[in-house]
Nanobody
Framework: QVQFVESGGGLVQPGGSLRLSCTTPKYSLDYYAIGWFRQAPGKEREAVACISVSAFVKKYEDPVKGRFTISRDNVKNTVYLQMNSLKPEDTAVYYC?????????????????WGQGTQVSVSS
């Protein structure tokens, strides 16, 4: 069973930065488009970004455009989410998951292999 592992979360002040990592120990990410999602307390899980297999397509949801950058390193079998200019409203558990492509609308139910997530807290 493929399951992703997310890491890199933590507590940061507003305006700060974090880099999240997504990997899976036993399988290659090379064949998957990878999406990042987040879920804040009391809210539904929402899409953040997606990167295609080739990394040619990168999609960002409006709340994070211009602040977050998604990338992948197939040698390290890892997908990253660089988060800059963090805001309190970015506080959530962040998850990565796989699909065959980055669809026009990023719907969590279309993605598989969810990990346990990593907590990101933005607070002064």
């Amino acid at each position: 069973q493929v399951q992703f592992v997310e890491s890199g979360g933590g507590l940061v002040q507003p305006g700060g930065s974090l880099r999240l990592s997504c990997t899976t120990p036993k399988y290659s990410l090379d064949y998957y488009a990878i999406g990042w999602f987040r879920q804040a307390p009391g809210k539904e899980r929402e899409a953040v970004a997606c990167i295609s297999v080739s990394a040619f397509v990168k999609k960002y949801e409006d709340p994070v455009k211009g602040r977050f950058t998604i990338s992948r390193d197939n040698v390290k079998n890892t997908v990253y989410l660089q988060m800059n200019s963090l805001k309190p409203e970015d506080t959530a558990v962040y998850y990565c998951a796989a699909n065959s492509v980055c669809t026009e609308v990023l719907v969590p139910s279309a993605f598989d292999f969810w990990g346990q997530g990593t907590q990101v807290s933005v607070s002064s």
